[in-house]
């Protein structure tokens, strides 16, 4: 009788396994949504084209901002996955230096930040002991484009203003690793925490103009900036179907 009772339960434990193991890697679409704080490295800027002349570039800065990803992908068998993304991304402008007046000058304004990626993940097999039980790690990375924005920039200092409200689109990449967690009462709801490294792959271009005090006179310029990208710390949640 014990006999029977001890197979019984080794068959019990090696079924329960396998059900385990079948659900992390059992194919399928999932949708998700994720909620970023962001913090954007400084822009630098390598130069400003006016009418007059190129002038010296410097730097564009922000501060910490927040934003929102939309995902939706496709789970396969061999643990990767593959999800079309979009992402939106704002923090407030903070300070700006660029060409001979504008030094370290205010700034008011946003960056606004639309991307599409297209990612991948892998998800490593979950953790069985430990304090870290039911978590499994992923790793990813994405090729996607975004939309930048200078929104209603102004640099300002006593003598001159330079004004931007425009945008650029550019090619851009990410890395993401991440753990997740599948909740036991609800097998199909991940809950997922992730940071992230994007970074546009090519330099862009926004149109302004600067207002010189005090004759009031305008003119147009063009600023180059390069994107040294930003770090997200994501908090989202996924439903697998």
Known sequence: MSHML???????????????????????????LSLAYSVPADQDIDGVDTPFGRQPGGYMSSDPGAGVTFSAGWRFDNRIRVE??????????????????LRNAATTGHLRQSSIFLNGYYDFAKVEQGPARGISP?????????????????????????????SDDATAAQIMVG????????????????????RLLESITF?????????????PISTDVTDK?????????????
Not at 207 to 219: M, S, W
């Open 84 to 101: 079309v993304e979009y992402s939106y991304r704002r923090s407030d402008l903070d300070r700006g230096s660029a060409g001979g007046a």
């Open 138 to 166: 992923y790793a990813g990375a994405g090729i996607g484009v975004t939309h930048m924005n200078w929104d209603n920039a102004r640099t300002s200092n006593s003598d001159e203003v330079a004004w931007h409200d425009t």
């Open 6 to 32: 001890m197979l019984a339960l080794a068959a019990g434990t090696s079924l329960a396994a396998g059900a385990v193991a079948q659900a992390e890697t059992t194919p399928g679409p999932y949708v998700g």
């Open 179 to 198: 753990f997740a967690y599948e909740l036991p009462q609800a097998p199909n709801i991940v809950l997922t925490a992730e940071l992230r490294h994007t």
């Open 207 to 219: 149109d302004g103009d600067i207002l010189v005090n005090p004759r009031r006179g305008a003119f």
């Open 229 to 241: 990208g930003r770090t997200d710390l994501l908090i989202g949640i996924r439903r697998q179907f």
